[in-house]
């Protein structure tokens, strides 16, 4: 069912230091594409989106970058916190329904 | 102001029983949507209501069954319990069924099949 490729699996930054998540989708009816935040013990959090029209959308520290053409897209963290740390995911939806998720990436920030 | 809300949040189970899993989502949010989460997986999707219809379904087996209420909140039930269904099982919701869809989870009930 996976539609939606995410690498690194783990990632391990220092304080400072600018995190990057890379995802890769296969679907091209797929239009909206968020990144999820998920601390142990609770649910998934919208971090930031982006729509395909747009090939860079930056909230505060978080920048997402978008390759329509290759199919790829990736959360970029700069100045990454400890607080940062925790597991984060693509997504990938047509359509807002189905939306399908990629394996995850565990960010761990040093401090 | 109450997030998405879920109940039970841990449970055990035998293989072969069924599980009642409940969601209420966000005052005013009209479609709910379950995921399962299996232990350092990402979430996957099983069914989407909007409005009390269903409106997509997941690769899951007719095991699993969903409805919304009249008041939007939300149930999942899972007969026939195997081992492999032990997960995190989150519920969604948002204010529409369709478009740039900004899901808002709750924090999952995790259900636990020996």
């Known amino acids: 069912q996976q539609q939606v490729k995410q690498s690194p699996q783990s990632l391990i930054v220092q304080k400072g230091g600018i995190s990057i998540i890379n995802c890769a989708y296969e679907n091209t009816a797929f239009d909206y594409f968020p990144w999820y935040q998920q601390f142990p013990g609770k649910g998934p959090a919208l971090l930031i989106a982006?729509?395909?029209?747009?090939s860079e959308k930056k909230e505060g520290r978080f920048t997402i970058s978008f390759n329509k053409s290759a199919k790829q897209f990736s959360l970029h963290i700069m100045d990454s916190q400890p607080g940062d740390s925790a597991t984060y995911f693509c997504?990938?939806?047509?359509?807002?329904?189905?939306?399908?998720f990629g394996a995850g990436t565990r960010l761990t920030v040093k401090p | 102001d109450a997030g998405v809300t879920q109940s039970p949040t841990h449970l055990i189970k035998t293989r072969g029983q069924h599980v009642t899993l409940r969601c209420s989502p966000i005052s005013g949010h009209k479609s709910v949507s379950w995921y399962q989460q299996v232990l350092g997986q990402g979430p996957q999707f099983i069914f989407q209501y909007y409005e009390k219809e269903e409106r997509g379904r997941g690769n899951f087996p007719d095991r699993f069954s969903a409805r919304q209420f009249p008041n939007y909140s939300s149930e999942l039930n899972v007969n026939a319990l195997l081992l492999g269904d032990s997960a995190l099982y989150l519920c969604a919701s948002s204010l529409f069924g369709a478009g740039a869809n900004v899901l808002t989870f709750g924090a999952g009930s995790r259900l636990t099949v020996l």
């Open positions: 982006i729509r395909p029209d747009v």
């Open positions: 997504a990938a939806s047509k359509q807002g329904n189905d939306m399908r």
